[in-house]
């Protein structure tokens, strides 16, 4: 089984560089229902979005942090000291006593410890159809008798809020449960049961906890948790707790009663073998890619039907068209997962209005919003890269191929936000105040990258979607294969003479009446990397040499070249100077994807060019193994160096493409 170990410092060799390293690296478990758990391998939360259960009632609607964490106490004949250290403002006098010596991801997370008295084991596990986590606590060697302590710390709010001391937290006892509630959230409760442990109760509100990287990101960064009470149980010799928390309605404990964990955690190893053997390779890398996939896929139901779906990130993104069809073929198709991926093309075409795929659903009740003028035609190349690698063509002509002719239509003929086909057959849409592409910042109606009118990138899939038509059509219907390669012949001789600027060699980024903007930005590479290119082989290479020289870093491609006075080379700040920075110079490696397969096909996919982008994608696997979270990539980093990550800690599209880069650069 794949497995992802990291190791960390003795017991006795805690330096405060290392427990900086520890707070600073994040682990991640998510279900299918888009609920997860995560926190720092110091067992420290520096975010509001860390617990060890955040759920849903209505997944993925209006996530709560239900469970925040837990303290674990240690009492001897010599003292008393604590396994997880929390940080407070102003800061506690405690310091950190016992660090985690080992960590350890597959099916759950693990964290040995080791002390004079013990040698421990704790994991965690996530069920994949529930919000229930079961916190093991596995005593393998008891070299001292002692007492253990486990006190619950609740917090019972939106992921995205934060708790002060109120008067609305209640707990009581439902046969074997101890249930907790929140006035404030009506109609959800959090479960806890052991039979190993006896229950104390001594109700306390702990206050002040401090969330550095909430501070650091500009937002309120200290909160106060409830705690009921704590479990207590004399350690004497070798022992096996199971902790359960559950987070759901008031049914939730039926689904909570007679639980085993080793039958989940069998449940959990079956999933990844699964998912494994879909793979038809040993690379372990490809497996490890694969396995942090699935922590983005998750169930959802329209009206009766059951679909999948693709969260964007975590900890705080939904399901959004673009990134779900930009992931798709990484994370599904890749993955041998045909049946998984025309689940999610279906999820968005059945939710499509005027000719339009959702940008995004809201993790709240305000539904689906269709502000972009790319994830439509996004859907349509995720749709025909699915329907060539499945060979689908039954399901892919019946239910995907109308969807895909009603979006070219509603573009040629004018849809939302005034998207629509130009004289000269190339896409515009939008105005100044409408961030329609992906690069899409914008902080108290201030744009950071207008993009209306003509969008390189937009057009580059414009072609596509209709060059895939033609092939489509071809001895199938003469009439319409001939009517797309028209309109296909004048795209490309409008996208020439649009875009291309002859004495930069290179294509502009965006085209608006007479204002052509020549910024160097990685939105061009897309005219090559996709299957049909508008531009011929000499201006192919030249685009890849132009975002080479200028934008390709360890990490992925920056949004801006650092020569223009518009650059900011540094992700940080509140939220006004991070729109700033989001596509002004900031890395996404999810562009590392795109750039590896232009790279490739001007390259003839030599041996030589695919040792070189092999040795480029290097870095972001290291990150992906050993840094910020482990077996997750990062939505950013800094356009400088040392690249520091930035933002969403676990990003779809970013092991999708990597994933796929690999995979290019390893056949």
């Given at each position: 089984?794949a497995?992802?170990?990291?190791?960390?410092?003795?017991a006795?060799?805690?330096?405060?560089?290392?427990?900086?390293?520890?707070?600073?690296?994040e682990?991640?478990?998510?279900?299918?229902?888009?609920?997860?758990?995560?926190?720092?391998?110091c067992?420290?939360?520096?975010?509001?979005?860390?617990?060890?259960?955040?759920?849903?009632?209505?997944?993925?609607?209006?996530?709560?942090?239900?469970?925040?964490?837990?303290?674990e106490?240690?009492?001897?004949?010599?003292?008393?000291f604590?396994?997880?250290?929390?940080?407070?403002?102003?800061?506690?006098?405690?310091?950190?006593?016992?660090?985690?010596?080992?960590?350890?991801?597959?099916?759950g997370?693990?964290?040995?410890?080791?002390?004079?008295?013990?040698?421990?084991?704790?994991?965690?596990?996530?069920?994949?159809?529930?919000?229930?986590?079961?916190?093991?606590?596995?005593?393998?060697?008891?070299?001292?008798?002692?007492?253990?302590?486990?006190?619950?710390?609740?917090?019972?709010?939106?992921?995205?809020?934060?708790?002060?001391?109120?008067?609305?937290f209640?707990?009581?006892?439902?046969?074997?449960?101890?249930?907790?509630?929140?006035?404030?959230?009506?109609?959800?409760?959090?479960?806890?049961?052991?039979?190993?442990?006896?229950?104390?109760?001594?109700?306390?509100?702990?206050?002040?906890f401090?969330y550095?990287?909430?501070?650091?990101?500009?937002?309120?960064?200290?909160?106060?948790?409830?705690?009921?009470?704590?479990?207590?149980?004399?350690?004497?010799?070798p022992?096996?707790?199971?902790?359960?928390?559950?987070?759901?309605?008031?049914?939730?404990?039926?689904?909570?009663?007679?639980?085993?964990?080793?039958?989940?955690?069998?449940?959990?190893?079956?999933q990844?073998?699964?998912?494994?053997?879909?793979?038809?390779?040993?690379?372990?890398?490809?497996?490890?890619?694969?396995?942090?996939?699935?922590?983005?896929?998750?169930?959802?139901?329209?009206?009766?039907?059951?679909?999948?779906?693709?969260?964007?990130g975590?900890?705080?993104?939904?399901?959004?068209?673009?990134?779900?069809?930009?992931?798709?073929?990484?994370?599904?198709?890749?993955?041998?997962?045909?049946?998984?991926?025309?689940?999610?093309?279906?999820?968005?075409?059945?939710?499509?209005?005027?000719?339009?795929?959702?940008?995004?659903?809201?993790?709240?009740?305000?539904?689906?919003?269709?502000?972009?003028?790319?994830?439509?035609?996004?859907?349509?190349?995720?749709?025909?890269?699915?329907?060539?690698a499945?060979?689908?063509?039954?399901?892919?002509?019946?239910?995907?191929?109308?969807?895909?002719?009603w979006?070219?239509?509603?573009?040629?003929?004018?849809t939302k936000?005034?998207?629509?086909?130009?004289?000269?057959?190339?896409?515009?849409?939008?105005?100044?105040?409408?961030?329609?592409?992906?690069m899409?910042?914008?902080?108290?109606?201030v744009?950071?990258?207008?993009?209306?009118?003509?969008?390189?990138?937009?057009?580059?899939?414009?072609?596509?979607?209709?060059?895939?038509?033609?092939?489509f059509?071809?001895?199938?219907?003469?009439?319409?294969?001939?009517?797309?390669?028209?309109l296909?012949?004048?795209?490309?001789?409008s996208?020439?003479r649009?875009?291309?600027?002859?004495?930069?060699?290179?294509?502009?980024?965006?085209?608006?009446?007479?204002?052509?903007?020549?910024?160097?930005?990685?939105?061009?590479?897309?005219?090559?990397?996709?299957?049909?290119?508008?531009?011929?082989?000499?201006?192919?290479?030249?685009?890849?040499?132009?975002?080479?020289?200028?934008?390709?870093?360890?990490?992925?491609?920056?949004?801006?070249?650092?020569?223009?006075?518009?650059?900011?080379?540094?992700?940080?700040?509140?939220?006004?100077?991070?729109?700033?920075?989001?596509?002004?110079?900031?890395?996404?490696?999810?562009l590392?994807?795109?750039?590896?397969?232009?790279?490739?096909?001007?390259?003839?996919?030599?041996?030589?060019?695919?040792?070189?982008?092999?040795?480029?994608?290097?870095?972001?696997?290291?990150?992906?193994?050993?840094s910020?979270?482990?077996?997750?990539?990062?939505?950013?980093?800094?356009?400088?160096?040392p690249?520091?990550?930035?933002?969403?800690?676990?990003?779809?599209?970013?092991?999708?493409?990597?994933?796929?880069?690999?995979?290019?650069?390893?056949?």
């Amino acid at each position: 089984m794949a497995e992802q170990t990291l190791q960390l410092p003795k017991a006795n060799q805690i330096h405060i560089s290392e427990y900086e390293r520890l707070i600073s690296t994040e682990w991640l478990l998510s279900n299918r229902r888009g609920s997860f758990a995560c926190g720092t391998l110091c067992g420290n939360n520096t975010r509001r979005y860390h617990g060890l259960l955040v759920g849903a009632i209505d997944p993925v609607k209006n996530r709560t942090v239900a469970l925040s964490n837990c303290q674990e106490t240690i009492i001897t004949e010599q003292g008393r000291f604590n396994l997880n250290y929390f940080e407070f403002d102003p800061p506690a006098l405690e310091k950190p006593v016992v660090l985690p010596s080992g960590f350890k991801k597959e099916t759950g997370v693990h964290f040995n410890y080791t002390t004079p008295q013990f040698k421990m084991v704790k994991s965690i596990y996530l069920m994949s159809d529930a919000d229930i986590v079961a916190i093991e606590y596995n005593f393998t060697s008891v070299l001292e008798k002692f007492e253990f302590n486990v006190r619950p710390l609740a917090a019972m709010r939106g992921y995205h809020s934060l708790v002060k001391r109120q008067d609305n937290f209640t707990c009581e006892w439902q046969e074997d449960f101890l249930s907790i509630k929140n006035e404030k959230i009506p109609n959800a409760q959090i479960l806890m049961a052991t039979d190993e442990m006896s229950f104390i109760e001594d109700r306390q509100w702990w206050h002040n906890f401090f969330y550095r990287i909430e501070k650091k990101r500009g937002f309120d960064y200290t909160e106060d948790l409830w705690s009921p009470g704590y479990y207590r149980r004399t350690i004497d010799g070798p022992t096996r707790i199971v902790l359960w928390a559950g987070f759901g309605d008031n049914s939730l404990d039926h689904r909570m009663s007679g639980l085993d964990v080793d039958v989940i955690i069998d449940d959990l190893k079956l999933q990844h073998k699964q998912i494994i053997s879909n793979l038809k390779t040993r690379d372990e890398t490809v497996q490890l890619l694969a396995l942090a996939g699935e922590q983005f896929i998750i169930d959802k139901k329209i009206e009766k039907l059951k679909t999948k779906s693709i969260l964007a990130g975590f900890p705080w993104f939904a399901d959004w068209g673009r990134d779900a069809f930009i992931s798709l073929e990484g994370l599904l198709l890749c993955c041998g997962r045909y049946e998984d991926a025309n689940s999610v093309l279906l999820n968005f075409a059945y939710n499509a209005d005027e000719g339009m795929i959702a940008n995004f659903f809201g993790d709240d009740h305000t539904g689906a919003s269709y502000n972009s003028i790319d994830a439509s035609l996004w859907f349509i190349h995720a749709a025909f890269r699915y329907f060539k690698a499945s060979g689908d063509n039954r399901g892919f002509s019946s239910r995907l191929m109308p969807v895909i002719r009603w979006i070219i239509d509603s573009y040629l003929q004018g849809t939302k936000f005034g998207i629509k086909a130009d004289s000269d057959s190339l896409i515009t849409g939008g105005s100044y105040d409408t961030q329609l592409t992906w690069m899409d910042a914008k902080f108290d109606n201030v744009v950071f990258t207008p993009r209306n009118g003509k969008a390189v990138e937009v057009n580059a899939l414009w072609y596509n979607a209709v060059c895939n038509c033609v092939d489509f059509y071809k001895g199938k219907d003469a009439v319409l294969a001939e009517r797309f390669q028209n309109l296909a012949n004048r795209i490309a001789e409008s996208f020439c003479r649009c875009f291309w600027y002859q004495q930069g060699r290179y294509l502009y980024d965006c085209v608006n009446g007479d204002n052509k903007d020549a910024s160097v930005r990685p939105n061009q590479i897309f005219a090559v990397s996709l299957p049909y290119s508008p531009l011929d082989i000499e201006q192919q290479k030249a685009v890849v040499d132009c975002v080479e020289a200028n934008l390709l870093t360890s990490y992925g491609l920056r949004t801006l070249a650092p020569g223009d006075s518009k650059y900011i080379g540094v992700y940080r700040g509140g939220p006004a100077e991070r729109d700033r920075a989001y596509h002004q110079g900031t890395v996404w490696p999810w562009l590392i994807g795109a750039f590896t397969e232009a790279y490739l096909k001007v390259n003839n996919y030599s041996k030589q060019s695919k040792r070189i982008a092999a040795e480029r994608l290097e870095p972001l696997l290291d990150h992906f193994a050993n840094s910020t979270c482990i077996g997750s990539i990062s939505e950013v980093f800094d356009g400088d160096q040392p690249h520091q990550p930035g933002a969403a800690f676990a990003q779809a599209w970013s092991i999708a493409e990597v994933l796929r880069a690999y995979l290019m650069t390893h056949t």
